[in-house]
């Protein structure tokens, strides 16, 4: 059983420590995903396992997963499991996981002829949401599980908005991360003129009541939702380049009383189950 | 300054000590409110101020809300805060609040005519979320924050459901839980017969996709959304019980994918701004 020191277990270090494990994530092209369920999902969506770390118990659940690992599997008790990362780990069984090149925005938005991670063929996405600068890896994980939960068919994340596969954003995610696939813009700036050049709607999400309820909206083919980040919302250039500014409406009771907003998810939850809608008359494509 | 083991102190021991702090708060009817922004809204509410704990530079932007208070605001710096509560608290601010009585179910139901803390009377409810069970803090807040902002009028909670007045479940609700009254359950095996005699349709919200879609039920008057608990969703009485059971429509590509469900607060915020569209023709009466 090896032991915390054990240098083969240093994707493992320090899980709690953001700013250390971005940095190494980025420079070993590594994630982890945590507890069955989700390392399932990672698999089977064709990600390569660099290593499983886990407790005794969970070896025989995961038997199938970890045949052909070889010496690549430490099966080490919850102490070890705890001194290596730096909490207890509840779900008993981690999975450092190689990344894999993400596609480029304007192939992202043509379909992947070629396949994204483990999937066939896809079609080009008629329902996209667009994230600017989320700094919270739990809020771009929620929101990719609603997203694709609701339909929508891609992610595109602005140049600096967390990382959807950053520890906490897979496991709040539930594994939705490796179901629907995402791409990163190289620039901010001119972000939005792709999506305008692919034929999407733009459509901002602000907290303004003077918008147009999300659900009164007339959608286009191809709808594009930017989502603002936490603390600010939309930088006032995507605010004014979009096609059209939407709002969930609120109670005016609630305005009074102080509760003058949602957070970021239960925003997105609402605008994705009205994208939805929007689409309804002709469902979505299926990927094959 | 008082240092750690100073007795004044005791309220804000050990604050992320989950079962420890629950079973204080209730003996000695108090809670933690977080952060400027919150406390003003408890004492707006009218929930009485025990002491404050902060660090001097928060000293002048709460001075409105010290004065009066005495020797019952400890300045202290930020080691000594972390010593005692056992955290870092970057809010820089906690007060401990005294906790004042709940309203049975019926008399929230009836309208709170003595009024609920801080406000004047209260309208009889239209809208109305029942919360069976859930243990999560934060999702018990974020909820009150959804269901505030989204125009429902009261929240009632099953026996055992999350604490809304937990230093968590307020800190996520930014303060909600102050703005709309609740009442908890006496009885959860008959809970539901007292909101079907105060004229409520309760409608169960499921995943069941075979259920009604939240967007097409036909709303009555007054509405009970049902809300069940993190892991097994409502109970199958309280699902048998209802008057219908209703769902979010769930994209098929997604359920192919393995995402299969909502979290219960993307849900629930997507419910309540359903039941707010049924009450669209008729808006909510404000309180006043």
Not at 25 to 41: M, N, S
Not at 99 to 125: C, F, K, N
Not at 204 to 223: F, G, Y
Not at 260 to 267: E, H, I, R
Request: proline share 8%; with cysteine; hydrophobic share 45%.
């Amino acid at each position: 059983m090896p032991d915390i020191a054990d240098p083969r277990l240093a994707d493992y270090a320090n899980l709690r420590d953001v700013e250390l494990r971005k940095s190494m994530e980025a420079e070993h092209g590594l994630f982890i995903a945590e507890g069955e369920k989700v390392i399932r999902r990672a698999v089977a969506a064709g990600y390569p396992v660099r290593s499983v770390l886990l407790t005794p118990r969970w070896a025989e659940p995961l038997a199938d997963v970890l045949d052909g690992l070889g010496d690549r599997v430490y099966v080490v008790d919850d102490a070890v499991v705890e001194g290596i990362t730096g909490f207890p780990v509840h779900r008993g069984a981690l999975a450092a996981m190689e990344r894999l090149p993400v596609p480029t925005v304007a192939r992202l938005l043509s379909g992947l002829p070629d396949g994204s991670p483990g999937e066939g063929p896809v079609a080009p996405p008629r329902r996209v949401v667009v994230l600017e600068d989320l700094v919270d890896h739990g809020n771009v994980g929620a929101i990719f599980r609603c997203a694709a939960a609701l339909g929508v068919e891609a992610v595109v994340l602005s140049p600096r908005c967390a990382d959807p596969l950053y520890r906490r954003s897979v496991k709040v995610s539930m594994g939705a991360v490796f179901a629907i696939p995402y791409a990163r813009m190289a620039d901010w700036y001119g972000g939005l003129a792709e999506l305008r050049e692919a034929g999407f709607q733009t459509l901002a999400l602000t907290p303004d009541q003077s918008a147009t309820p999300i659900d009164r909206v007339a959608m286009a083919e191809r709808v594009a939702l930017l989502l603002g980040s936490e603390g600010d919302g939309l930088s006032s250039r995507w605010l004014r380049e979009a096609d059209e500014a939407v709002c969930i409406p609120m109670s005016p009771a609630a305005m009074d009383l102080g509760v003058d907003s949602l957070n970021v998810v239960a925003a997105a939850a609402i605008a994705c189950h009205g994208l939805m809608r929007g689409g309804s008359a002709d469902p979505p494509r299926r990927r094959g």
